[in-house]
């Protein structure tokens, strides 16, 4: 991880998951668990990388970049201030686990 990447790590975001509790239906509950609180650099997507996101049909439009943290997943959502945004997939950018990339999108 370069040290401008760290630099740019000004986000305390939270993580959160979905609780596994139902209600008297046996539906799952609108329950959110806190895995998480940490520092995060949240990049809208642009130019080019949006274009392609779009091309692929993709709902993409945040990138948000934490250290790497096993047992994030696309369940999960992520919260800054009063943004929610929803994880649509994670990639390792490096083999090394030293970051994670969180393709987002940010709920209305």
Do not use: C
């Amino acid at each position: 991880m370069t040290k401008s990447l760290i630099d740019r790590m000004d986000k305390r975001v939270t993580i959160y998951r979905p609780t596994e509790e139902t209600d008297e239906a046996n539906q799952p509950l609108d329950e959110l668990i806190a895995v998480a609180t940490l520092w995060a650099a949240i990049e809208p997507l642009r130019g080019r990388e949006y274009a392609a996101a779009l091309q692929q049909n993709a709902e993409v439009n945040t990138r948000i970049r934490i250290r790497f943290r096993e047992g994030i997943d696309r369940t999960m959502v992520v919260k800054y201030g009063d943004h929610v945004f929803e994880i649509l997939y994670v990639l390792h950018s490096e083999f090394g686990k030293k970051e994670l990339q969180l393709m987002s999108k940010e709920r209305q």
